[in-house]
């Protein structure tokens, strides 16, 4: 990716040299990271500048903006196997997640929403939209996320560095930080997630959400900046796993991209 990095990079300083308005700014960048980690990763040394014209402190800290278009799946359906099966993939990302984006879509289109801003905006918002907004636009960042918290199975998978010391801190060890996360999964009561997130005091922090609720939402009952997002729907196991959801999570940790979440805690902590 460096290639992309650098000429990302490059692009960047050549529209702030030229365009210095802040509408545009916004939209340029808006338009930019949807192309997805890769993207968003080489912004990393722009992200003061980010910051500087973000309004919203909640959101978009470090440029991780989320676009009303669905992005490419990062990895093959398959990818995932033994922990993810390929259908469940195909279906979850083509199906559901395709829908959520086509959905919000159209409620921005009804309620006058500008869909060259980060979605963000609107989720941290949420209480001035309506529920179509609220169920598909949580439903469209949460998967775009969700597909980004994930890659292909390694052998001792688990965090490194500045994120690794930042969870020990917090949950004494990283197998009880997985033994906590499991629980907030398992425990939420029919559809929702289950999350890390840095709350409002900066501080990591477990919970979970209904629904497609998220910690971006005024209205969510946790809130903050997501780090690690899980998917405990039925939709996103059953095939697999039917109602054994706890051994979903349990296998789930042999997918997480855990340098997605140290660059999202990178990003937000500058
Ligand atoms: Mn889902």
Known sequence: TS??????????????????????????????????????????????LLQSFTTNKNFVPGGF????????????????????????????????AAAYSKNVKDAAAAEKVNMTEPLEE???NISKYSAKMRNNGGGHFNHEMFWQCMRPKRENNAPTGKLLASIEKEFNSFENFKKQFAEFGKNRFGSGWAWLYINKEKVLTLGS????DNPLMDIAEIKGYPLLALDVWEHAYYLKYQNKRADYIEAWWNVVNW??????????DI
Do not use: C, W
Not at 12 to 33: G, W
Not at 209 to 212: F, I
Not at 263 to 268: G, K, M, N, T
């Open 65 to 96: 903006n989320t676009g009303f278009d669905q992005q490419p799946l990062p990895y093959a359906y398959n990818a995932l196997e033994n922990v993810i099966d390929a259908m469940t993939m195909e279906i979850h990302y083509s199906k559901h």
């Open 259 to 268: 340098d997605y979440v140290a660059e999202r805690l990178h990003s937000y």
């Open 209 to 212: 959400t209904t629904n497609q």
């Open 122 to 124: 609107v989720l941290s």
């Open 3 to 48: 290639s992309l990095k650098k000429n990302n990079n490059q692009s960047l300083n050549i529209y702030f040299m030229t365009t210095p308005n802040k509408t545009n700014r916004r939209k340029f960048i808006a338009q930019t990271v949807k192309g997805g980690l890769a993207v968003t990763v080489g912004l990393s040394a722009a992200a003061p």
